[in-house]
Structure formats: C-alpha cells, structure tokens
C-alpha cells in the first residue's frame, strides 16, 4: 500500500460556490484506515472548512454515508485498503439535496418514511406478550430486515428514486414490509394502500442495486417483492 | 399501475417462455430437413390449435412490452395527463397490432 492517497473531494459552500467542484489532496495512510479517518484527516490538517456528518464510527447509526468511488458506502466501514486504489474519490450521497459539501439533506428520505407510518401499532384484541416463535419464517424474516439503520445508502443506489422523486425508495418500502408482515400490527391493510400505488412498490423494477449497496447486508427488493405479492393477495381477498 | 397489472405481466411473461419456445421449435426445428416450407405454414395455420398459439403469443408478447414502456415512462413523469395520453396511445397501439396480428392468422384459414 502506497504512503498516501490521492483524494478527489467534492465541494461545495451555497455561500461562496456558484456551482459543485473538486478538490484535489493528497492524505497520508495508515494501517487500517477507513474512509472517515481521510475525511477527519482533511478536516483536521488540510481543510477545516470542510463539512461532513458521522456519528458513531462503528456502523450503527447511519449517518457517514457518502459517495465513494461511484458506490455508495459507510464511511465508517470502508476500509480503504478494501478499495484496492490509492485513487479516491469522495461526494455526497446522490439522490438527496446536498446541504454543503459531503452533507444532503435528509427530509425527503424521511418524509417517505413517514408517509408509510413507520413505527408499530399494536391490534387491540390482542394481550400482550403475544407469542412469536424465535424460529418462525417471518420472525426470522422481519428480524432480519429490522437491521436496516436509515443510512441512505440504498436510496442513494436505487435509480428509480433517481428519476422520479415521488418514488417510496427502498428504506421506506423495506420499513413498510417488517411491519406488514408482522400479524399483531393493526394497520397492516392501511400501509399496504399507500405502497399499493404507482409511486410505491411499483416504481420498483428489481435491478437490486439498493440490496447490493446496503452496509448490513439487506435485501429490500426482497421486501418489496413480498409487498407486490400481498398487494395481489389483497386483490383477491386473501389479505385482510 | 396496480397489482392487476402486475400480475398480468409476471403471467404473460411465463405465457410467453413457453408459447415462444413452442413457436420456435414448430418453426424451425420440426420439419425434417430443417428448411422452412410456405406449405407446412399454410397447413400449421389452418389448424385451431397453432392459431390459438400463435394469438395467445402476439397477445402476451404485446401486453408485455406495451406495459415495459409503459413502466419506463411512468419512472420519468408524475403528470396524471401526461401518463393518460401515453397509457390511452400505448392501449391503442395494443389492440390496433392485435386486430392486424390476429387478421394476417385468421386469414391463413
């Protein structure tokens, strides 16, 4: 491995910059060093200006994804030896406004989110605490989609939220899923209209590039998929 | 687009697998020498069957690339007229192809 990085850092201050540019810098590497640290190095040595949003560093909370070699990634969990380039080039997660630098705005990532009513509501003929086999099919299923942490990065890869802003995008639509499928939810028919619509699971055209993006390793299309089946099974009057 | 439709187009695709499969092997590989005769096409239509095969084949061909474009424009717009005068123009051009597609079967008969 080389002693330091060419990084090709995208930049852009509302204020000052009529329009986006690059900046070229070279960073010095050491030995396990992840995207997060080039950045901090350039903010702490080279650029103090320089805007970027990170959290945890450990891949939990969600909120270092950025644009890295024309693939987006946690910046936090991007080794930079896993790249294989000395070469590299940093920008903002696309598909979301860019705020300044290598920070969007988060708001319509979110608004989606909240379109689909994110968060439990518990049926009333039920007495809790309901049994959930720990090796059922669906338990194991909604488990393993509940890892999603809202990073982005799906969103960022998925080329319909590219084209058409009014899409649901794969975070929202996986979210909707995980609570669809869950048999104590009691508005499970109510979230399943609003992503049975053109701009819902719809949209969605299975090229996975949301599933192949993803830092936990998720498959939303999956999720979708499983969505489009059930809004069939409404149809016919199986799911009610 | 709706749940309908998409079944629609996961059925004809399946349709379609095996309809064209058929199609090709009666066209190209059934006849002995492996040429194709005016003569076997003219006796293979004249038959209820292949006209059947062969409708349902233009049928679902067409319903499921007419809704492919369908689904590549709806990615680029969200104007409700718009998607009107596509679906009613791409609903025209489906069953304008269909009537000739099943005319130029029929009259083999």
Redesign the interface.
């Known amino acids: 491995m080389s002693d330091h990085l060419n990084i090709r850092l995208f930049r852009f201050n509302p204020e000052i910059d009529v329009e986006p540019r690059f900046e070229e810098l070279q960073v010095p590497t050491f030995e396990n060093m992840a995207i997060l640290d080039v950045v901090m190095h350039i903010q702490n040595y080279l650029d103090r200006s320089l805007s970027f949003r990170f959290s945890c560093r450990v891949g939990m909370c969600g909120s270092c994804a950025l644009y890295v070699n024309g693939r987006p990634r946690l910046a936090c969990r991007t080794q930079v030896s896993a790249l294989k380039t000395q070469n590299i080039t940093i920008m903002p997660l696309p598909n979301l406004p860019i705020i300044r630098d290598l920070v969007v705005d988060m708001e319509p990532f979110f608004e989606k989110w909240k379109k689909i009513k994110p968060y439990y509501v518990s049926r009333k003929d039920i007495v809790d605490p309901v049994v959930v086999h720990p090796d059922s099919n669906e338990r194991e299923f909604i488990d393993e989609m509940l890892d999603c942490i809202a990073c982005g990065c799906c969103y960022g890869a998925c080329s319909?939220a590219a084209?058409?802003?009014?899409f649901l995008g794969p975070p929202a639509l996986n979210r909707a899923y995980t609570l669809i499928a869950d048999k104590r939810d009691a508005i499970r028919v109510e979230r399943l209209k609003v992503v049975?619509k053109?701009?819902g699971v719809?949209?969605c055209?299975t090229q996975f590039n949301c599933s192949e993006v993803c830092p936990k390793n998720i498959v939303p299309t999956r999720s979708i998929q499983n969505l489009?089946k059930r809004?069939?099974l409404?149809?016919i009057g199986v799911f009610k | 687009?709706?749940?309908?439709?998409?079944?629609l187009q996961r059925v004809s695709a399946v349709v379609l697998l095996i309809a064209l499969g058929l199609h090709i092997w009666f066209l190209h590989f059934s006849s002995g020498d492996g040429v194709l005769h005016f003569g076997d096409i003219v006796k293979r239509l004249d038959t209820g069957v292949f006209i059947t095969l062969d409708i349902l084949l233009l049928i679902c061909g067409l319903y499921h690339a007419l809704y492919g474009l369908y689904?590549i424009f709806?990615?680029?717009?969200?104007g409700s007229k718009e998607r009107i005068v596509v679906l009613t123009l791409l609903v025209m051009v489906g069953i304008g192809f269909s009537g000739f597609g099943v005319y130029g079967l029929l009259w083999f008969r």
């Open positions: 319909m084209t058409n802003e009014e049975d053109s701009y719809w949209r055209h489009k809004c069939v409404k149809k | 687009m709706n749940a309908w439709a998409w079944l689904s709806l990615d680029f717009t969200s």
